[in-house]
């Protein structure tokens, strides 16, 4: 329902890019008839031209003894020369004689690519598609005549000593991003790669990592970076957790109670509790009960229940959750001094 932009169509082209693989080409091309159609596959997939800058050129444009023709170039209109294969120059020669027999205009001026049928005009696009199009009914296959320019810019970037510049040059792309989309793998060449990979990689033996230089002690290395079958503290632990309480200091019992004044502790033992709720409070004036009853583990800080009587010294209990077990305690939390 949007309102068309206007603008270059060539944004609305999907960016796919299609090639031809090597034995459907050989068969393609073994299905054509004419050597016409066969010298125009050949400087297609060779030079990688547009089908209408090679259908556009002259007899004037071809140079066999140099391998050169000379294209214009869509975009800008400028006159360049690609190089070509020898095979392709070979089937122009053979359809040149073959035309030139027939009674085909012949010069410099004169078009280069010509109907078969008299009387004899010069080939166009739509006549160059219907020849790929009868090609491709044999094999059953719907290539296009513009694959055939992905299929020789994928050739010419698989060659290493060939930088892609080169290629962007033959193509004529402004732009270097527009060359690698040509180049982009497909999904069949990629798959086919990885197999590759999988079987190389699989073919290979097993490396073993390189023993220290000579010279190092063992035993200064054994002590630095530890030894690998003797398993450490933290490792036991994990491994056994049994052994966390016989590893980690219980809390030690609270002192035997003793009779005394205010100064000492009092004559009611404190009570400690690792389940359940916590005890009622114990009313003490003391703070050696207190100092006897730490825990060496982290404890939590919460207070559990609140304060006592006036007379207490004790604000209440908080819980205790870094005892062995991982089950926790109760503690007393002592109240201020200052009243």
Same mark, same amino acid.
């Given at each position: 329902?949007?309102?068309?932009k206007?603008?270059?169509k060539g944004? $609305?082209r999907p960016?796919?890019?299609?090639r031809i !693989?090597?034995?459907?080409f050989?068969? &393609?091309f073994?299905?054509l008839k ?6 125009? +596959? =050949?400087?297609?997939?060779?030079t990688g031209a547009r089908?209408e800058? +090679?259908? #556009?050129?002259?007899q /004037?444009?071809?140079y066999?003894? #140099?391998q050169?023709?000379s294209?214009t ?8 020369? &690609?190089p ?6 070979v089937? @122009?020669?053979?359809? %040149?004689?073959e035309?030139?027999?027939r009674?085909?205009p012949?010069?410099?001026? %004169?078009?280069l ?6 009387p004899?005009r010069p @080939?166009t696009y =739509? ?6 199009q009868? =090609?491709n009914?044999? @094999?059953g296959?719907n290539?296009?005549?513009h694959?055939?320019r992905?299929?020789a810019?994928?050739?010419m970037?698989?060659d290493?000593e060939?930088?892609i510049? #080169?290629?962007q040059?033959i193509?004529?792309h402004?732009s +270097?991003?527009?060359?690698?989309? $040509?180049?982009a793998p497909?999904?069949?060449?990629v798959?086919v790669?990885t197999r590759? $990979?999988? %079987?190389?990689r699989a ?6 990592p390189?023993?220290p230089?000579?010279g190092?002690?063992?035993e200064?290395l054994?002590t ?5 079958s003797?398993?450490?503290g933290?490792?036991l632990l994990?491994r ?5 309480p016989a590893v &980690?200091?219980?809390?030690?019992p609270?002192p035997?109670?003793r *009779?005394?004044g205010?100064?000492?502790p009092s004559?009611?033992?404190v009570r400690?509790l690792?389940?359940?709720r916590?005890p =009622? ?5 003391s703070w050696?009960?207190?100092t006897a +009853? *730490?825990c060496?583990a982290?404890?939590s800080?919460?207070?559990?229940r609140g304060?006592?009587g *006036?007379?207490g !010294?004790?604000?209440g209990w *908080?819980? !205790?959750p /870094?005892?062995?077990g991982? #089950?926790g305690g109760? @503690?007393?939390v002592?109240?201020s001094?200052a009243?």
């Amino acid at each position: 329902m949007d309102q068309f932009k206007r603008g270059r169509k060539g944004r $609305y082209r999907p960016k796919v890019s299609k090639r031809i !693989c090597d034995e459907q080409f050989n068969e &393609i091309f073994a299905g054509l008839k004419y050597h016409r159609d066969r010298a125009l +596959l =050949a400087f297609w997939v060779s030079t990688g031209a547009r089908a209408e800058e +090679l259908l #556009d050129s002259f007899q /004037g444009d071809v140079y066999p003894g #140099d391998q050169l023709i000379s294209v214009t170039r869509k975009g800008s209109r400028d006159i360049q020369q &690609i190089p070509a294969s020898p095979d392709a120059f070979v089937w @122009l020669r053979l359809y %040149q004689e073959e035309i030139w027999k027939r009674g085909a205009p012949r010069g410099r001026d %004169q078009p280069l690519w010509f109907t078969l049928r008299r009387p004899f005009r010069p @080939l166009t696009y =739509a006549a160059a598609r219907a020849m790929f199009q009868r =090609a491709n009914e044999l @094999l059953g296959s719907n290539w296009g005549i513009h694959d055939l320019r992905h299929t020789a810019a994928w050739r010419m970037a698989q060659d290493p000593e060939m930088s892609i510049t #080169d290629v962007q040059w033959i193509l004529a792309h402004a732009s +270097l991003e527009t060359t690698q989309l $040509y180049t982009a793998p497909d999904q069949h060449e990629v798959i086919v790669n990885t197999r590759a $990979y999988h %079987q190389r990689r699989a073919s290979k033996p097993a490396q073993t990592p390189a023993p220290p230089a000579p010279g190092y002690n063992p035993e200064s290395l054994r002590t630095l970076f530890g030894d690998p079958s003797r398993p450490s503290g933290l490792n036991l632990l994990s491994r056994r957790p049994d052994l966390r309480p016989a590893v &980690i200091g219980k809390v030690p019992p609270p002192p035997p109670a003793r *009779r005394s004044g205010n100064s000492g502790p009092s004559s009611r033992p404190v009570r400690y509790l690792r389940h359940g709720r916590p005890p =009622a409070p114990v009313r003490s004036r003391s703070w050696s009960a207190w100092t006897a +009853l *730490r825990c060496e583990a982290p404890t939590s800080t919460h207070t559990i229940r609140g304060g006592l009587g *006036r007379s207490g !010294c004790w604000r209440g209990w *908080r819980r !205790c959750p /870094g005892l062995p077990g991982g #089950d926790g305690g109760w @503690l007393p939390v002592p109240r201020s001094r200052a009243r």
